[in-house]
């Protein structure tokens, strides 16, 4: 490949993410309360985002590997968009798919940041696989919980994970939803040192 290739594949992604950071952005008319209503009235017992998946317990893995990289640009982009720490993105990621497009949990949470179909669709989420909106609209929804709970990561990450219907005046007492939270910000510390390490 040439690098007049390269380049013009890389003038494409940074094109493509500007347009996706457009659609999310233009959305004047959007409320977190239109996503939580029809979270609850969902039939399905599988509500929110990244409810059915399975996180591990926190661990001392390291953050760091030819994986983190790879959406670094969407991160950063993302996380200027809707004023969140990059680390706090990838550390959900790091948790929900382990950097893996493709993932699908056995409750139909999709992709890196296991967007649940009805959610995904409220989001404005096309492709819940495409990387970009993926990281877009779990980023936003993330950040919307975040306003939610007047800024109580804990709670704000539990309804991530659980659903904002199951979190009310504290972390549901599900272990699933403690192992989560504990795991997110574990990961979100160690993204954090890796940052201050490097300078940035």
């Known amino acids: 490949m040439s690098v007049e290739s390269v380049f013009q594949n890389i003038e494409s992604i940074y094109q493509r993410i500007d347009a996706i950071k457009r659609r999310f952005g233009a959305s004047p008319g959007y409320r977190f309360e239109h996503i939580l209503q029809s979270t609850i009235e969902s039939e399905s ?113 539990a309804a991530y994970n659980a659903g904002p219907q199951r979190v009310t005046t504290r972390v549901p007492n599900i272990p699933e939803t403690r192992g989560f939270v504990d795991a997110v910000l574990h990961f979100y510390e160690d993204y954090s040192k890796t940052t201050d390490e490097e300078g940035f």
């Open 45 to 157: 017992s599988s509500t929110g985002i990244g409810e059915a998946s399975e996180p591990a317990e926190p661990t001392t893995a390291s953050v760091t590997g030819p994986e983190t990289g790879i959406y670094d640009g969407t991160i950063e982009a993302a996380a200027e968009r809707f004023s969140i720490p990059a680390e706090l993105i990838k550390a959900v990621i790091k948790q929900e798919s382990n950097y893996d497009t493709r993932a699908v949990s056995h409750k139909g949470a999709m992709g890196l940041m296991q967007l649940m179909p009805e959610t995904a669709r409220s989001l404005g989420v096309e492709d819940p696989f495409d990387p970009e909106e993926n990281i877009f609209g779990g980023t936003r929804y993330l950040v919307d919980l975040i306003n939610l709970y007047e800024g109580n990561l804990n709670k704000a990450l």
